[in-house]
């Protein structure tokens, strides 16, 4: 319904009402599955079902919810009703994948620094580093805000099949960190450009075989594998589904009524 400060502050106003009753202290717990939770005298439903979808993002394409300016976001390539948001961003220029969802607890822990989970890129630079320059990269590189945390990269073979214009090299990069325009800042920093930049793996999720602007769901391995990387200890959604269409709205029983 809101934000959880702004339903906190619903309830010290005495909006929020459970089975009747004016509830006003933060922290009380509630039942959704057999409590009636409402607002101003409205009841509010449950949760929304999650959904998490993989597209392989296309250059030119916003990596936002809306653009105050009209250009194409990525949302205009998926037609699904209801609220979605990228997790993490890809730059205009930037493609390959990115995960959309409408959980926004997991969003929190894959694009939180905190967590420093993996990013994988294939990235086209001018030039040939030398052997040098990828050392550089891989310790850190010293940007405005301060040296990037060290990187693994490598350079691609040729027998992985990208087309390699004259004058460039492809180097995979993997990250733990996602500060803007990073790998752009960093290749520009040591003298190689960027060229192409297409991020090919999110944790435990590949891009695969989805072609520019394809998108599918996640499957229940994935998300699975998904939810131990990001969320260790809860349980899959595979085993809510095995404990039935109402444990799989909630991972437990009862909640701090400021989360609905």
């Not at 994935?222 to 909630?250: F, I, V």
């Amino acid at each position: 319904m809101a934000s959880r400060r702004a339903c906190e502050e619903l309830i010290r106003q005495g909006r929020v009402q459970v089975n009747g009753q004016m509830v006003t202290e933060l922290g009380t717990k509630v039942d959704p599955n057999r409590d009636e939770i409402s607002v101003d005298g409205t009841p509010i439903s449950g949760p929304a079902k999650k959904v998490y979808l993989l597209l392989n993002k296309p250059p030119g394409y916003i990596s936002t919810v809306h653009d105050p300016w009209g250009r194409p976001t990525v949302l205009d390539l998926i037609p699904h009703r209801g609220r979605l948001y990228p997790v993490g961003r890809l730059d205009a220029e930037s493609e390959g994948l990115l995960l959309l969802t409408n959980d926004g607890e997991l969003t929190h822990r894959l694009t939180h620094p905190r967590y420093g989970h993996e990013k994988e890129y294939l990235v086209l630079v001018k030039g040939h580093p030398t052997e040098a320059v990828l050392s550089r990269l891989r310790r850190g590189v010293n940007l405005e805000e301060g040296r990037t945390a060290p990187a693994e990269v490598s350079r691609v073979s040729r027998k992985e099949g990208l087309e390699i214009p004259p004058d460039t090299t492809w180097l995979r990069m993997v990250l733990h960190e996602g500060r803007k325009r990073q790998i752009r800042r960093m290749c520009a920093a040591v003298g190689h450009p960027v060229r192409r930049l297409i991020r090919v793996r999110l944790g435990p999720l590949r891009l695969g075989a989805l072609k520019p602007g394809q998108w599918r769901p996640l499957t229940e391995r994935e998300l699975d594998e998904l939810t131990a990387l990001a969320l260790p200890g809860a349980r899959s959604p595979q085993a809510k589904r095995q404990q039935g269409a109402g444990s799989a709205l909630h991972s437990r029983s009862s909640r701090p009524i400021a989360r609905f």
